[in-house]
């Protein structure tokens, strides 16, 4: 049993957390591969951020917080960079229109909210009023 568990091939993946400089909320445990490149992971990231590939900038933090290296190199491999379980992977978004700034995905009480006077409310003739009257009479 013992040599058949040393025949096993080694784990070529990096369990990283990830953070969003734009994004205070956002935080996420994400494996990649060693062997991807630097660019495929800021595809994999753009899928869970927003910040589009041309405008993704990575940082690579170790366990304690300190910042081990830029990865600006695109072509090069992400094991190039020695990330180890536990680092951190922060994103910075170059793109100053981009969606995740000025805290539109976060900061609900920056969308503006319909209105509607009870007047006007009263006179549409919807299925949501039949449907609130018939079944929450208590509401009236």
Known sequence: ????????????????RVTH????SFSADVRFSLQASVESVKEKLWKKCGTSVESMRLELY???GSKVSDLNED???FGFYSPLDGFRLHIIDLDPSSVTSGGWLEDTSLV????ISDDA???LDGEFQKTKVSHCPATL
């Open 75 to 77: 072509f090069r491999p």
């Open 112 to 115: 503006e909210k319909y209105k």
């Open 121 to 123: 409310y009263d006179k």
């Open 1 to 16: 049993m013992a040599s058949t568990l040393q025949q096993l091939p080694t784990d070529d993946s990096v369990l990283l």
């Open 21 to 24: 400089a734009n994004l205070k």
């Open 62 to 64: 170790d366990d304690s």
